[in-house]
């Protein structure tokens, strides 16, 4: 194999591996947030996962820590129609089928508070004073709100499920999938001219 022929090996290995990085990582979520259509929802419920199973996140190689998960219900009306599901804080939330998940992974303690604050800043203020306060937790089972006020949010009705967070876009998406093949084609370029000169 010549020079030439290995280095667009490796090339092609490098801007395959680089695009399924990029797609994972980014595109996926561009691409499955524009599904969801503007609307407005209301929460109906919410429940925590049982103590014992709480999902976990990463803090480094080998190394996870557990945190609460939320489910929370909602309604949703909006361009996708009229239908009840899940709510998420956005694609990632979703992933882990709760309603917010960490992106801070720390001790479980500390995650604990992060949930709770999710729950306070995101989740309590669209309810009633009398029903703000009440956190699920993995002891007091599913809670009923009936006084959830409309807010707004993005819905898809074939999973359904609602973002509460959603500035997902078609180009970002496209961006992140066209990156290696422009990549690809200069290097490409700039192996072939030096393999003509030679």
């Given amino acids: 194999m010549s020079k030439f022929e290995n280095a667009s090996l490796q090339l092609g290995i490098f801007t395959g591996i680089l695009t399924i990085i990029?797609?994972?990582?980014?595109?996926?979520?561009?691409?499955?947030?524009?599904?969801?259509?503007?609307?407005?929802?209301?929460?109906?419920?919410?429940?925590q996962t049982r103590l014992g199973d709480f999902p976990t996140c990463s803090c480094g190689k080998s190394c996870s820590r557990?945190?609460?998960?939320?489910?929370?219900?909602a309604d949703y009306v909006g361009e996708a129609?009229?239908?009840?599901?899940?709510?998420?804080?956005n694609y990632w939330a979703k992933q882990a089928d709760c309603?917010?998940?960490?992106?801070e992974c720390d001790s479980f303690d500390e995650n604990v508070g992060h949930v709770y604050d999710?729950?306070?800043?995101?989740?309590?203020?669209?309810?009633?004073?009398?029903?703000?306060?009440?956190?699920?937790?993995?002891?007091?089972?599913p809670i009923e709100y009936t006084s959830s006020v409309w807010f707004n949010c993005s819905g898809y009705m074939k999973d359904f499920a609602m973002y509460q967070e959603n500035n997902y876009s078609l180009a970002k998406g496209l961006a992140a999938v066209l990156v290696p093949g422009v990549i690809f084609i200069i290097c490409a370029l700039y192996l072939a001219c030096r393999w003509c000169v030679r």
């Fill in 81 to 89: 129609g009229n239908f009840s599901g899940a709510l998420y804080h």
């Fill in 22 to 47: 990029l797609y994972t990582s980014y595109g996926k979520p561009h691409f499955q947030g524009i599904k969801f259509k503007d609307g407005v929802c209301r929460v109906t419920s919410g429940e």
């Fill in 118 to 141: 999710y729950f306070k800043e995101n989740i309590a203020i669209h309810l009633s004073d009398n029903e703000s306060y009440k956190y699920p937790t993995w002891t007091s089972g």
């Fill in 66 to 73: 557990e945190y609460p998960c939320l489910y929370i219900t």
């Fill in 99 to 103: 309603v917010y998940r960490t992106d």
